[in-house]
């Protein structure tokens, strides 16, 4: 079962910000939301996680709602080599079960000059 | 540090034959993952490991098995290749923040 939905593709005219929504309805307490991205056919990439609250990187910002029913990743400069899969997941964290990551078919971000 | 690494990159199976899918990590980490990524489709795991001796089934495990002699390696073993099996597979590990550390993936043909 899809624990996230995500739309299926954007475009993003470069050096503009990229703002990728995620639902996440059936979040329980204890599940993290992930996001990751895969260009072209390389393993995927580690971008940001979070909670409750909104966190910050050198990559993107994550933005909860306060519900925590859905999640915006954004990119606020969005670059040609940002052009990629995002991939949003949500996770238990819990020791000893394998913490699985399941992925569905992301958001296909391109970037346009 | 490698990272996680995945020998061969390319294979071309033939109906009914059997190959192993190597994977390595050297960061120590328990948690390792096998995935299937098919054409235009996200990622589904296939199995995982939380530590050397421990494995468990993910969403797709049919007609792959595997084991964790040692923390470093996760290899696996595909029995009766079928082309349903057409796919290119990714080995991940766990660690540092909870974040998966993936290899640069596995393109196998079944024909």
């Known amino acids: 079962d899809a624990k996230t939905t995500q739309p299926p593709s954007m475009d993003c005219a470069e050096g503009r910000a990229a703002n990728l929504p995620c639902n996440h309805s059936?979040?329980?307490?204890?599940?993290?939301v992930y996001w990751y991205r895969q260009i072209h056919s390389q393993g995927p990439q580690y971008i940001i996680h979070g909670l409750k609250n909104n966190e910050t990187n050198e990559m993107a910002s994550l933005i909860i709602t306060e519900d925590r029913k859905s999640s915006t990743l954004i990119l606020p400069h969005a670059t040609l080599r940002d052009t990629a899969v995002y991939y949003c997941?949500?996770?238990?964290?819990?020791?000893?079960?394998?913490?699985?990551?399941?992925f569905g078919t992301g958001t296909s971000l391109t970037v346009i000059p | 540090n490698a990272g996680v690494t995945q020998t061969p990159k390319f294979r071309i199976l033939k109906i009914g034959q059997s190959m192993t899918l190597q994977c390595a990590q050297d960061m120590n980490h328990n948690y390792m993952y096998w995935y299937r990524q098919d054409p235009g489709m996200g990622l589904k795991l296939i199995y995982y490991s939380v530590g050397a001796g421990i494995t468990d089934k993910g969403e797709v495990p049919n007609g792959y098995n595997v084991s964790r002699s040692t923390t470093e390696d996760f290899p696996l073993r595909l029995e009766l290749a079928a082309p349903s099996q057409t796919s290119v597979y990714f080995c991940?590990?766990?660690?540092?923040?909870?974040?998966?550390?993936f290899g640069s993936g596995t393109q196998l043909s079944v024909l």
């Open positions: 059936t979040i329980s307490g204890n599940e993290y």
């Open positions: 997941i949500v996770r238990v964290d819990e020791l000893n079960t394998g913490n699985q990551f399941y």
């Open positions: 991940a590990s766990e660690g540092g923040g909870e974040k998966l550390f």
